[in-house]
């Protein structure tokens, strides 16, 4: 990390960033500056540039400094909500966003809290939105800013899982909440691209910058509303407020009741909630609890200090357990794009755990920390209750080292610079296993051969261990089983589990079989239109005869192109990847290892037969848009991605929506249906 001044020194604790001796008017100027640098990337989906843990202590550290001078500088972040970059039009917002006062002592809280019944929720590590509806229509999704203006990204909304377009409010509606991407759905985001993202929330801020819809939703951004800012009639409890929020069709922030708090039983709460947390109950980053005022009246009549609130709450931050230990070893781990540092020290006990391993992110993390060989000496924390991290070195011994060889298959690496500067390792072999774990992770997933429990991580591991070369290692994993139980977290249990999941996948459907190979153009959708043609079988002989340049008969690759729905662009694909004789051998390998369920075509005639629609918008009554294209299709219907003169119905539960959609359906006169209506005509739904 840049530090902005050549004047700062790591010092001997861990949890303190020092300074040698200089004005202390420049010290808060070189302070404040570092801090803001880091913020602006925090908050702008840029590579993060110091931990949770260094920001905060830093920042105390200012807050140190104002104190002692008496001098706030205008740019201080204690005296300021940190602003975004993100594109698009400004926007005030009609009540400020202010931020609210942190600590991490449960005194303080207690003190706070006065007595008086209190509500403690998560801190979601995420993105704070500010959604407005009218006669309960979505008119408005605006990002926080600076707390007064903010940047009107509406546009994306359709994007954003949690933000329905319509609510059942009649007035005016403000909610306040938190966009935020889940561990699970960052980590299967990761194996589907090139780019680094240092952790959820960082791929979540990025993801604003995207400019439409369609880019946005395999990022699966959730928004949790966490305050109701205002609505047209009086409601004085928080927590009835949350209720309110809940019935009128928004899935509020998880909440905990403390009617009459004390230092005891804030303690016990927090307790509870960070169990959550530890025991890796909660899906979605936090870094933190937010404590509120039942009565909201009540918490309305405090002072406002700079931008804090002062009976608005507070932000409940854990006290980062440091342990000091030694560096014994850095393994390299490659996983899609990268090939990343992983500590391994000492083991040490944090948070009553036992800690050995932390991943360091990439070369610039280890120059940053001035890394050295083994003997190393480190300081290690558990960053938010769960996730290792070493957040300085207290004594440098020895050199740190990149490798020159992939650690899986051998081919020499590269580092890559990135635009902002950060350093990353890489594989130049483009056929490397690891480089291929995206290709690992769909063949095992839902719509492939749904193998459960070889997530990302799990996949990357074995990979690393070279179990996993190719798709049919993945059946062969039982010869590992021992050896499976002994990684650190897994065990006796999680290996049986993994064992019995890949023999239960052994039976799968030929459509999952078709998908799961990551062929070119070749979904759901198109592996149901071929297999409604040919068998598995015959579809792979067919495409190796059209695929062979010597076969003076060969159909050539448009062999395909006459099923409905499929036309040359998706046969060449699939003749193509068939013509290399590698992938055929994968093919005939995982035939090898598993027995397929041949696919049956709907029948004709039935309920949706002859016609075609388009979904667009959140359906309600099945679990999403898929399942109801599912449905449509087994009724002998079509479903289209976009409205043309062959479209019989549009499905939009916002009729009246003026979308392009809607707009394109009036113009060529096609009736726009609700889901409703499409339940009384053609029946199915919940």
Known sequence: ?????????????????????????????????????????????????????????????????????????????????????TVGEKEPHEYPALSLAKTKQVSEVAKWAEGRPIWISWKLDGLTLVVTYDNGKLTKVVTRGDGHIGTNITHLAAGIQGIPPRVKDTGHLVVRGEAVISYADFEAFCATTDDEYANPRNLASGSLTLKSVEELKPRRLQWIPFTLVHCDHEIVSWGERMAYLEKIGLDAVERERIDAPDAATIQASIDRWTL????????????????????????????????????????????????????????????????????????????????????????????????????????????????????????????????????????????????????????????????????????????????????????????????????GDIYRLGAHRDEIATMEGFGEK????????????????????????????????????LLSAYSVEELFAKAADAANPNDLFSPGAEVFASIDGIGPGKSAAFVEWCGDPAHRAVVEDVMREVSLNAYVAPKSGGACAGLTFVITGDVHHWPNRAALKAYIEGAGGKVAGSVSKATSFLINNDVTSTSGKNKKAQELGIPVISEDVFRERFGGGE
């Open 494 to 529: 999680s290996a049986a589990n993994i064992c019995a999941s890949i023999e239960k996948a052994r039976t799968r459907d030929a459509v999952q079989f078709l998908v799961a190979l990551s062929i070119p153009l070749c979904g759901v959708d198109v592996a149901k239109r």
């Open 1 to 85: 990390m840049s530090s902005g001044s050549a004047n700062w020194t790591h010092g001997p604790r861990a949890d303190l960033v020092y300074f040698t001796p200089m004005d202390k008017l420049e010290q808060m100027r070189a302070a404040v500056a570092r801090l803001n640098e880091a913020a602006d990337a925090y908050y702008n989906g840029r590579t993060e540039l110091m931990t949770d843990f260094e920001w905060d202590a830093l920042f105390d550290q200012v807050k140190a400094l104002e104190a002692e001078t008496g001098v706030v500088l205008p740019d201080s972040p204690t005296n300021r909500v940190s602003a975004d970059t």
């Open 276 to 471: 959550k947390v530890t025991d890796k109950i909660c899906p979605f980053p936090v870094d933190g609890l937010v404590v509120v005022y039942d009565d909201t009246a009540y918490a309305q009549t405090g002072s406002v200090t700079g931008h804090h609130a002062t009976r608005a709450g507070f932000a409940f931050k854990w006290q980062d357990e440091t342990a000091a230990t030694v560096l014994e070893r850095v393994e390299w781990s490659c996983a899609v794009a990268s090939i990343s540092p992983v500590a391994v020290f000492r083991p040490v006990q944090l948070e009553g755990t036992t800690v050995k391993r932390a991943s360091l992110c990439n070369i610039s993390e280890c120059e940053r920390l001035g890394l050295g060989g083994a003997g190393t000496e480190l300081s290690v924390i558990k960053a938010n209750k769960i996730i290792p991290k070493v957040v300085a070195v207290t004594k440098a011994v020895g050199t740190f080292e990149v490798p020159t060889a992939c650690p899986v298959c051998g081919a020499p690496t590269a580092v890559n610079v990135a635009e902002s500067g950060t350093k990353t390792l890489r594989c130049t072999n483009a056929s490397c296993a690891a480089r291929e774990l995206r290709k690992f992770m769909r063949f095992v997933s839902k719509d492939g051969m749904d193998i459960d429990g070889l997530a990302g991580e799990t996949l990357a591991k074995f990979v690393n261990k070279g179990w996993i070369r190719t798709f």
